[in-house]
């Protein structure tokens, strides 16, 4: 093959080789893909819910534990209790100053004792927290007395929340106490919460918490 022959042949391929190309107008765009952000929701102790939570979600009443809440747990000192009968004491941990649980035919309730520094949003606030969790909505002011009373707590003036809601109600205790503010809350089945109202009264009486000021 003589050299002009080799060249022809040579720019017909690369000719071939270009045309096989796809133009400017032909070539594939990229494709982008929007990654929508990822929602992170953190419980605070003192946040009021801004939806009614569904008492079928055992999830709806869990606290997360954030970094420094235990230290100050501790700080609250610590407390005495006599477990009404018929009433079972489970391990307290974490956050949680006490734990007791009572099952009857109807269902099951649970009771935490928690302790944090200050008022953790008011006494208002921390009411209707609870109601929320068990699908009740937002309380006024002028609507306490209906379902909160004076209370004696500890040989301190504390206050006594009864709650009823569709499947769940709540039978409580707050009380300021030297900087803190205790909760003392029965939850659980509705007709199980109410039935044990006397026991619950039994237990807030019995209460003696750690007093260091006197």
């Known amino acids: 093959m003589n050299s002009s022959l080799a060249r022809s042949l040579l720019l017909a391929a690369s000719t071939l080789f270009l045309l096989s190309l ?15 952000k990822e ?12 939806a ?3 008492p079928a979600d055992p999830a709806a009443n869990k606290m997360q534990v954030l970094p420094g809440m235990e230290e100050a747990a501790a700080q609250a000192g610590e407390l005495s209790y006599t477990t009404p009968e018929g ?4 391990k307290a941990s974490g956050i949680r100053k006490a734990n007791l649980k009572v099952s009857d035919a109807h269902g099951s309730a649970e009771l935490t004792v928690l302790a944090f520094p200050g008022d953790v949003g008011g006494r208002l606030a921390n009411i209707n927290r609870w109601r929320a969790q068990i699908g009740l909505e937002a309380s006024k002011p002028e ?8 209370y004696s707590i500890s040989g301190h ?9 569709l499947e769940q109600s709540i039978l ?43």
């Open 22 to 36: 796809p133009t400017a107008c032909e070539r594939a765009e990229p494709t982008s893909y929007k990654i929508p």
């Open 87 to 90: 009433w079972e004491t489970l």
């Open 172 to 214: 409580g205790g707050l009380l300021p106490f030297h900087g803190f503010t205790w909760f003392f809350k029965l939850q659980g089945n509705r007709e199980t919460v109410l039935a044990n109202e006397a026991q619950m009264k039994i237990f807030l009486d019995s209460v003696r918490l750690e007093d260091d000021h006197h």
């Open 157 to 165: 003036g504390g206050l006594y929340i009864r709650l009823e809601g």
């Open 39 to 50: 929602d992170r929701l953190v419980d605070m102790p003192g946040a009021v819910a801004q």
């Open 143 to 150: 609507d306490l007395p209906a379902y909160t009373e004076p």
């Open 52 to 54: 009614p939570q569904t």
